[in-house]
């Protein structure tokens, strides 16, 4: 009891200060408190005093008090409260009073909106149980009402990367230096676009071509490699560029700040419709394309986990562990 009471009387606290100061501020008064706290018996208090009984204003205190104490990505974070207050506009209820019944309903209504696939389906679902899971270790609910949902079987399809014809004609419908030097770094790095708007022109070792650089997924630093090619286009756009900035590719207009992803979705955009590409043109697919080529090529599983970044050797082997139609065929013939 008295300790469930402290984290309460906290945490009302962090949330009606949250508007007021900044949150370097905040996390100072936070630790002060609970150091305060460890003095103060609180079974004495038998009920501490509601804030508020208002259910959209509860709700949106939890919601603060997430965004201050969640320790994740902003994107990531972002995307489960985009999902959170999608269901609260469906299901007018304190969040500490939802259950199994008004998740599986939301998600069905969720599952018949146009566009919605069982992969889009299983991500909603995912970022209402990580909030929840959230919650439980908050001690705000005892169960997470998401766990007894199952996820939907995904049927996976072939993945989707770039045949060498297929690089020949979006190199050939670069306009610009800028876009050539992308496409490449692209190409040789197989980086995430989150992670290349942020790569910065001291981490390239212009010797070797290596680039120390923070996984977007997992927070761990990896080495990528620019290969010569890539080297060579990502210099010529910088040298002519003709503005000064940290950023590998940064955005053109003044002060010339980090790139926006969707700036490099725009570009790979242009560059598709010009090359009057008849598939899919998209940045990520630039990363499908490496792992793939280091597949054929006879590239170990661990090593491709390595370069791609992933953290678990599940991911590696379920998008590359697969043959392509070209290498199954060869195989075939050779046999034959």
Partial sequence: MGNNAKKEFLNNIIIQMSDCVDRD????????????????????????????????DKNQDIIKLYIYK????????????????????????????????????YLHWYEK??????STYNNARRNLSAFFTWMRKEKMISDNPVDAIEPKRVVQKPIDYFSGQEIIRLREACKN???RALLEVLRSTGARAGELVHITTDQID???????????????YRTIYLDEDARYYLYEYIKNRGFDSPYLFPRSQSPH???????????????????????????????????????????DLGIIQEIMGHSNPAVTAQYYAQSTPATLRYVRERLA
């Fill in 206 to 220: 212009w010797e070797t071509g290596d680039a120390l650089i923070l996984g977007e997924k997992n927070d761990k």
């Fill in 257 to 299: 700040s980090v790139m926006t992803i969707n700036g490099i979705y725009g570009v790979f955009h242009g560059i598709g419709k010009r090359a009057k590409m008849e598939v899919r043109v998209y940045p990520h697919k630039m990363r499908k394309t490496l792992g793939m080529s280091l597949k054929n090529k006879g590239v």
């Fill in 25 to 56: 501020i905040l996390q100072i008064l936070e630790q002060s408190i609970t150091a305060e706290l460890v003095k103060v018996n609180m079974d004495s208090i038998p009920t501490l005093p509601a804030l508020i009984d208002d259910t959209d």
């Fill in 177 to 179: 230096r800028k876009e």
């Fill in 113 to 118: 909106r146009p566009g919605v696939q069982a």
């Fill in 70 to 105: 969640k320790r994740i990505k902003d994107s990531t974070k972002k995307a489960y409260l985009f999902t959170v207050k999608s269901l609260l506009t469906l299901i007018h209820k304190p969040l500490t009073k939802m259950d199994e019944a008004d998740i599986s309903y």
